[in-house]
């Protein structure tokens, strides 16, 4: 699925390696080049919480949403109870929009998710 959506240019999923060894998982779910936004997300092994690491992935990637393929808004969806999950957009300036109630299916239970958002203007100006 990940290379059939590379190859349609509507996203892609890279691995983030830190030191030789696979850590976490990045990418963009899906580009919707008609309104020029994606939604972009995110994994990292807990024992490499705390590092900058995925703080760092995610600012190349957003350098590479607004500079390289054009687009105008990035969201991303963390989960109303993963606060370290909360913490990569706020510290990166996204704005954050409001929850998505029981919008996720996780182990059989509903998760609410907080959406942000980052636009190209706002991204800019900094």
Known sequence: RGLL???????????????????GVIGLHEINHMHRKTSLGYYLDKQFEGRGIMTQAVEALIKYCFDEIDLNRIEISAAANNEKSQAIPERLGFTREGML??????????????????LKSEYNSK
């Open 5 to 23: 959506q590379f190859a349609d240019g509507n996203g892609f999923q890279c691995g983030i390696w830190y030191v030789g060894t696979l850590v």
């Open 101 to 118: 109630r029981d919008n996720e299916l996780l182990n059989g239970i509903y998760s609410s998710s907080y959406i942000y958002s980052l």
